[in-house]
Each structure stands twice: as C-alpha cells, then as structure tokens.
C-alpha cells in the first residue's frame, strides 16, 4: 500500500537532499538500519550521486526528518576528509546494492565499473573495473543480490554477470 512520499527532500536542485534524477535504489536488510535507504543519480550537475538517507523521529519541538547517515561534518570524518562514498568519484551510478554485511556496492555506467564501500563510506580494495577485468563490464546499469551471489545487468554486453562472494581463502 502506497504510504506518503518522503519528507523534506527534493525534487530538484543539487545539494544533499535533492533527489532528481534517481538511477537506484535499495535497503537494509538488518533491523539496524530499518528503515535507512541508500539512492544513486545520474545528474551531472549534482556532486553527491550516492546518498544514503536514514529516519530522524524527531521530538515535541522538531518534525521528523530524513538525513545523511554518513556525516557531511568534516569534524566527523578521519584526517577531515569526506567518505569515499559522498567524494565525485562516480559519472553516471545507476544501480546500488547491500549484502549481508552491510557492505554498499554501486555500479557506475560512465566508469564501467562495480565498486564496494564499507558502513563508513570508505572505497574497498575489492572494487573492480576495466582495469582489472580487461573490460568486463560495460554500461553497467542494475545490481542485485542474493544467498552470497551478486548479479549485474551488463548492458553494453546483453548479459547478467554472477559474481559470488566469499570469504573462502583456500
């Protein structure tokens, strides 16, 4: 059943709580974070096209709102740099996925790329691209996931990937 939209953020603009353009979206499957969701943009106008948003109830004198879950504070973040996650790395991310472990995957259509982000927005190691699999991606435009196998829709190649994760060192 349809509920309401989401408050207070908008439809246009560029800054954090504009939401135009949307590409993806997803959620948590942890009661952690219940009822946070992460979007992707395609808007090349706007500097943060990865946002993750999480539920403010709010108080007798505040209306509930929704706000950044990683911290836009400079004060807040390691060395005062901003999260990987919320830096101008991405062109054109078109889709965002969650594991098990609450880790981010994002895939990025202009860069031909998949890339893994931890719970504080930091980029992994294990982000992979053109430059690591001679161009096994191209156009990348959704991701999903499911019991420890990531699927990707590979556009510029008509296929879906399967990617399994695991943390098997043998």
Known sequence: DYIDLVPT???TGTGFAAINMLSGITTFNTKQ???DFIVTQVDPTNAFKVKWFTFNPGS?????TWGSKISLDQSKNTAGNLPDILSNIFVAPEGVMVDDRSNIYVVDS????LMKFDLT???STQSF???KTGGAL??????????KIIYISDTGHDRILRYELSTDFR
């Open 9 to 11: 953020l908008l439809p």
């Open 33 to 35: 974070f219940g009822t």
């Open 60 to 64: 007798e004198l505040a209306a509930p």
């Open 110 to 113: 202009g860069l031909d790329r």
């Open 121 to 123: 927005g930091r980029l």
């Open 129 to 131: 691209g053109p430059s």
């Open 138 to 147: 191209s156009d990348p435009s959704g991701i999903t996931y499911f019991n």
